[in-house]
């Protein structure tokens, strides 16, 4: 069985808090570090301390304790918005995000209403038809997506800004066209931004 890093920490007290309630929840883990060298081994630490558990138990896991799941997309859907990204240059593209709790499942790659390469607002008209399409194959708007055509795909000032909070996604693919196809996913808690991992899942 195969293990998979959950979450890492600079107090192995911490990785050792987080294990104590993942066997608690009949969840197997492991804590590890890196090097535990020195006087003090594990007490305090610059070397990576990780909580490890079985790749199996992750999604169960991540519930217990509170952390993000990663955003499952399909390859197929970050090629249509790579390929609408690449449309809309030198304007931002955008678009819209239906799935589950369990990932994404449908792309809509939308009007930019401010023809802009700096900003974007999604065409009100084609959001709620997307939103009423989404619920017909009973899928949720999980969130928006957007283009950076001349940036990377970090989040901005003006995306947090936006961005609704909760669990909303506030996806971006940077500078299509160019070397980068990363893509870069997050939702926000006041003015903060909180990177979601990104797990393209390659289509059968
Ligand atoms: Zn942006």
């Not at 197929?76 to 240059?89: D, I, N, T």
């Not at 955008?94 to 900003?119: D, K, P």
Request: negative net charge; contains cysteine; proline residues 5%.
């Amino acid at each position: 069985m195969s293990t998979i890093v959950l979450a890492e920490y600079l107090f192995r007290g911490e990785a050792e808090i987080s294990r104590a309630v993942l066997e608690s929840a009949g969840i197997p883990a492991i804590v590890k570090a890196e090097d535990e060298g020195g006087l003090n081994p594990g007490f305090y630490s610059d070397f990576r301390v990780t909580l490890l558990v079985n790749e199996a138990d992750a999604r169960d896991a991540r519930e217990v304790l509170g952390i993000d799941q990663p955003l499952v997309v399909p390859a197929q859907v970050r090629e249509a918005m790579m390929a609408h990204s690449l449309w809309g240059y030198p304007n931002e593209a955008c678009g819209l995000l239906a799935g589950t709790e369990t990932g994404v499942e449908m792309v809509f790659c939308l009007t930019n209403r401010l023809a802009s390469s700096t900003r974007y607002t999604i065409d009100p008209r084609e959001h709620y038809g997307a939103a009423r399409l989404a619920e017909r194959y009973g899928l949720s708007i999980l969130g928006a997506w957007h283009s950076h055509p001349n940036g990377d795909a970090t989040i901005s000032p003006t995306d947090i800004a936006e961005s609704p909070g909760g669990s909303w996604i506030t996806l971006i693919t940077g500078r299509f066209g160019k070397s980068s196809e990363a893509i870069r996913a997050y939702r926000t808690e006041g003015n903060s931004p909180i990177e979601l991992e990104v797990i393209v899942e390659p289509t059968a």
